[in-house]
Nanobody, 126 residues
């Protein structure tokens, strides 16, 4: 069973930056970051196809984070990162790493990912 461990969350002021990391115990084909704010549904933030080649390293972003967040990977280390710049109070949420054993073709919903981490909290103050 694949295990995912997130790290890098914290508290920052608006306009600040954080980098989240996700360590996977096994290789996968697509990994993603989701977030869930209190009393809101979990929503996709960004996803990336793992590896190189025709479908590898393709990325997708939610419109709310385009131009501010960047998802990247280190395949050899089985790591995925989320660089978050220009953080806003609306970005405050628990951030989760997710993985699936098929390539992604979009920012898929939660049902498309069978493997999840425990989450890391991001708090942005105004």
């Amino acid at each position: 069973l694949m295990q995912l461990v997130e790290s890098g969350g914290g508290s920052v002021q608006a306009g600040g930056s954080l980098r989240l990391s996700c360590a996977a115990s096994e290789y996968s084909y697509c990994m993603a970051w989701f977030r869930q704010a209190p009393e809101k549904e979990r929503e996709g933030v960004a996803s990336i196809n793992i590896g190189r080649g025709t479908r590898g390293n393709l990325t997708w972003y939610d419109d709310s984070v385009k131009g501010r967040f960047t998802i990247s990977q280190d395949t050899a280390k089985r790591m995925v990162y989320l660089q978050m710049n220009g953080l806003k109070p609306d970005d405050t949420a628990m951030y989760y790493c997710a993985a699936r054993r098929q390539y992604c073709s979009a920012l898929h919903g939660t049902d498309s990912y069978p493997y999840w981490g425990q989450g890391t909290q991001v708090t942005v103050s105004s």
